[in-house]
């Protein structure tokens, strides 16, 4: 049932915010994090991983990428992140004490399955699913999990299952921190206590709608695009160039900005819409500097901000901001606009929104 929604993406956009409070209400209900959330083995497993492998395809390889950056910044863990066609055909060190974690929609990747068959051969103890589907293949085969309670996804493009895998993520991230000594009593609930304020954020965020359907008509008329972000924003401007490649057919390229004079800006010209997520973060400065370098080339940036990051607007730099800036749930929250950008670049366009070209909702061959 489609309610008022013309697409199923458009209507798994907008149930975002319950399909992150459905994931999360046991954590609410509790006011603290526990093992127990991920399994019975949990805490006695935990207690020994010293790294992660995070293995993953596609959208889930970009959850995993965010989740490097919050695992290493408030767990101080090492976090590996490897897409799984990649991995089951390396040669790597296995590490007993390495956690791997499987992420997928799924549950039924062919590849991610495979992957952590592989790391398993290898030698890694213990594995964990973050999974949106409970019967799934995925679930069967790992010792621990943490189901994402999105609902079923129909549109292939992901969407919903995206933002809970980065709650899930987070949440295993205060988990880990706790158990290691890296989190007070008074940090947890105040993650908490964030991440209790997500839905209410998420739907904030989806008010931005109608002004980023008034870019769609001149982004449909452009053949590339490219994707700017920083630090943990980088994985949501390769998310966000995949949803635009993938429904509306738009070549589209994500690099960390820094990047950019190593080679891309050579691309930049007035043909050449570069969209940059542009937060009120510690890392904004740098990011308005190589965005002055394309505004010397001629390109047309669309930025997507917070309410309060100082940047101004011009002819050729467009300005939308987010109502908030969310500290390290932001990624999250930056992901909303990407999401909308596609989607309405697509109905301009008249694609096949649900069931783009040559894609399969699960990819259970190789
Ligand atoms: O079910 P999974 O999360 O394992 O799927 C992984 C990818 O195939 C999937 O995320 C794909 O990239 C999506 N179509 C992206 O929108």
């Known amino acids: 049932d ?6 199923f993406m458009q209507k798994e956009i907008f149930e975002q915010p319950s399909a992150v409070a459905n994931t999360l209400e046991m954590v609410f209900n509790a006011q603290s994090v526990s093992p127990g959330l991920f399994g019975n ?21 970009h959850a995993g990428l965010v ?3 919050w695992m290493e910044s408030v767990a101080g863990l090492p976090c590996a992140v490897e897409i799984a066609s990649e991995y089951r055909y390396r040669n790597p060190v296995a590490d007993p004490h390495t956690l791997v974690v499987g992420i997928s929609q799924s549950g ?6 495979a992957a952590m068959n592989y790391a398993k051969q290898l030698g890694h103890l213990h594995s964990l699913a973050i999974c949106n589907v409970a019967e799934s293949a995925l679930i069967r085969q790992t010792d621990l999990r943490f189901l994402t309670r999105a609902g079923p996804e129909i549109g292939v493009a992901s969407t919903k299952a995206f933002t809970t895998q980065l709650a899930s993520l987070l949440l295993l991230t205060v988990l880990l921190a706790k158990m290691r000594n890296k989190l007070s009593i008074e940090k947890e609930r105040e ?18 709608e109608p002004e980023v359907q008034e870019w769609s008509q001149r ?10 972000g920083r630090g943990m924003h980088y994985p949501i401007a390769m998310e966000g160039a995949l949803k635009l490649k993938e429904i509306s057919y738009i070549h589209a390229e994500a690099y960390a900005s820094g990047e950019l004079k ?9 043909d050449m819409p570069v969209v940059a997520i542009a937060p009120n973060d510690q890392l904004l400065g740098k990011l308005k500097s190589n965005l002055q370098e394309v505004n010397a080339r001629g390109g047309e940036l669309y930025v997507f901000a917070d309410a309060d990051t100082e ?26 606009p990407l999401q909308l950008l596609a989607y309405h670049v697509a109905l301009v366009k008249g694609t096949d929104v649900d069931k783009p070209r040559n894609l399969a909702k699960a990819v259970t061959v190789e």
Do not use: N, W
């Open 2 to 7: 489609m309610g008022p929604y013309d697409h």
């Open 41 to 61: 083995a949990a805490e006695k497993i935990f207690s020994k991983t010293h790294s992660l492998l995070i293995l993953a395809c596609g959208t889930s390889y």
């Open 67 to 69: 989740a490097r950056y």
């Open 108 to 113: 039924e990747t062919a590849d991610t399955l």
């Open 191 to 208: 993650m908490i206590a964030m991440l209790r304020h997500l839905p209410a954020a998420l739907q904030a965020s989806l008010q931005i």
């Open 219 to 228: 982004f449909s008329e452009k053949r590339h695009a490219l994707f700017l």
């Open 262 to 270: 190593h080679g891309p800006l050579a691309l930049v010209d007035r």
């Open 311 to 336: 940047i101004e607007e011009s002819d050729s730099l467009h300005v939308i901001r987010l109502a908030e800036h969310a500290g390290i749930l932001s990624p999250i929250l930056h992901t909303i």
